[in-house]
């Protein structure tokens, strides 16, 4: 069974920086999509950022292009979010969630875990 986890929220000022973390187990990061979304109060769920193996690039909501970064570490098969000049309307639960292959797949909803979310708290 696949199992992802989210560790990393905090509380920081606008213009800040957090660093998200997803660790998987169950299987590896060769073998699914592991992407990030989140969820602020009375809104609905968006897709941040989400890659693969098998993508050439990753994915970014716009909204968050060239303010934050996904990346891997195989050998301790997990996903970061390196999130910079963070602002108020970034402020939400995040969440790590896989999907299998391809972020095509994630895109697509295709879930297959999440983690239970951690907080992410910007002040202005």
């Known amino acids: 069974e696949v199992q992802v986890a989210e560790s990393g929220g905090g509380l920081v000022q606008s213009g800040g920086s957090l660093t998200l973390s997803c660790t998987i187990s169950?299987?590896?990061?060769?073998?699914?999509?592991i992407g990030w979304l989140r969820q602020a109060p009375g809104k609905g769920r968006e897709r941040v950022s989400c890659m693969s193996t098998k993508d050439i690039s990753p994915y970014y909501e716009e909204t968050v292009k060239g303010r934050f970064t996904i990346s891997s570490d195989k050998a301790k098969n997990a996903v970061y979010l390196q999130m910079n000049n963070l602002k108020p309307e970034d402020t939400a639960v995040y969440y790590c969630s896989a999907a299998n292959h391809d972020c095509l797949s994630w895109l697509g909803t295709m879930y297959t875990a999440w983690g239970q979310g951690t907080q992410v708290t910007v002040s202005s």
């Open positions: 169950g299987t590896t990061f060769d073998d699914v999509a």
